[in-house]
């Protein structure tokens, strides 16, 4: 029962918590996939194998678990954001659990990973002085957000041979939006509120492959990943609350997509030593289209580039030759752009990898700084600082016990 419980509060926790005006547009902040060690790392990982931990970004990855491994991962985040506009700055502080992964080998060339991760989060509060139509009064609205949409997925990796390896993501989305407007008394009427909320879910499936060259001890991999675009059945309920009653209002026609993806990386890789990739994803948003007039969606890019360190000769070695060191950076043009205006982010981010007694497992840290959109036509900039806390779990199973 108590696991139950506990898995129920992460699927509705995991992605909830944002606070972002952007997220007042669509399914709200598209969150990037990708692990710990993917973070550390600018969120590079396309053409990178799992191996000590696991790797999200291309299904195919899944291959390279060891066999005797079984792969646990939980991860969560704190962050800073300071907002600036022409006329204001504020700061806010958030944090939440990421995801919960595992993964194993079933047989020597079928890997599975499972778990639940953030597909996007909505979170925000806007205070506003408006004009009622034809009374020539001001009253002071509040409009506010939350929610967004989990994704629990099962993934399945196949090693065609030495060099090629394909995988497939079966994912189930699903997710609540709540908007809501509430409107302060002012004498001519009472105080009232519309609560909009949106229900969605949908099955959805995305690829991967991965070819590997093996020269000498250097390994080349080119990643390649993609995804059809899916249609969310939605679901919206639209309730008036005014003096204690509820009142159920007409509904809108609004609906949820899962973009069509396409992506690809490259890494080169000697050892446990050392690994550096570089990532391009590109997602087509600008078919679909939103109520709002000010609002422009465009296809998004992502561009990443990152590479981790390891000093260690050999597991005798201890102190700092046993740490993972990483650095990265990406560059993000997201699906909005408002009154023209495009809304893009930048970050960098370093990362280290520190291992438990066992050295099995690791504790993985990574911290980002970057920045969100823009001050001009008015708008906002969120400069943010975020903390991301990975615990990676290695058990050895399915180990042959000989006796003597």
């Keep these: 029962m108590m696991t139950f419980l506990l898995f129920n509060f992460i699927l509705n926790t995991i992605s909830q ?82 995801y919960l992964a595992t993964g194993l080998k079933i047989w020597r060339w079928w890997a599975v990973s499972a778990g639940v991760i953030p597909y996007s989060s909505v979170g925000y509060r806007i205070n506003s002085s408006e004009i009622v139509e034809g009374l020539n009064i001001t009253t002071n609205k509040l409009y ?64 991967g492959l991965q070819y590997t060259l093996y020269i000498n001890q250097m390994s080349y991999s080119l990643g390649i990943i993609f995804g059809n675009e899916r249609k969310l059945n939605t679901r919206n309920e639209v ?19 899962i973009p069509a993806k396409f992506g690809v990386g490259f890494s080169i890789a000697r050892t446990e030593i050392f690994k550096a990739g570089i990532d391009y994803e590109f997602n087509r948003w600008s078919q679909y289209k939103f109520s709002n007039a000010l609002l422009n969606t465009r296809d998004s890019e992502r561009f990443a580039a990152g590479m981790e360190y390891c000093p260690r ?36 981010s370093l990362g280290l990898g520190i291992p438990l007694k066992n050295i099995f497992s690791h504790i993985n840290l990574s911290f980002e700084a970057g920045e969100y959109g823009t001050t001009k036509n008015k708008l906002i900039r969120e400069r943010f600082y975020t903390l991301h806390a990975n615990f990676t779990l290695r058990d050895i199973w399915f180990e042959k016990v000989r006796y003597h």
């Design 313 to 348: 000769k050999s597991y005798r070695d201890r102190g700092l030759k046993m740490l993972n060191y990483r650095a990265g950076l990406n560059y993000k043009k997201t699906y909005l752009s408002i009154d023209h205006t495009p809304i893009n982010s930048a970050a960098v």
């Design 17 to 98: 918590i944002s606070d972002s005006p952007y997220t007042l547009f669509g399914a709200g902040q598209i969150q990037d996939n990708g692990f710990g060690t993917n973070m550390g790392m600018g969120g590079t990982g396309i053409a990178f194998k799992s191996q000590r931990y696991l790797n999200n970004l291309n299904p195919a990855s899944y291959t390279g678990i060891d066999s005797l491994n079984f792969i646990f991962e939980f991860g969560c985040f704190g962050n800073v954001t300071r907002f600036e506009s022409y006329n204001m700055s504020k700061r806010k502080t958030n944090g939440n659990i990421r």
């Design 239 to 257: 309730v008036l609350e005014l003096d204690d009653d509820s009142v159920s209002l007409e509904k809108d026609d609004t609906r949820f997509y």
């Design 144 to 207: 506010s957000g939350s929610g967004g949409i989990s994704q629990l997925y099962l993934g399945n990796a196949f090693l065609i041979d030495k060099h090629l390896s394909l995988g497939i993501n079966i994912s189930y989305l699903f997710g609540k939006i709540t908007q809501s407007e509430e409107v302060e008394s002012n004498g001519y009427f009472s105080e009232y509120t519309v609560n909009n909320y949106y229900y969605m879910s949908n099955f959805h499936m995305d690829y």
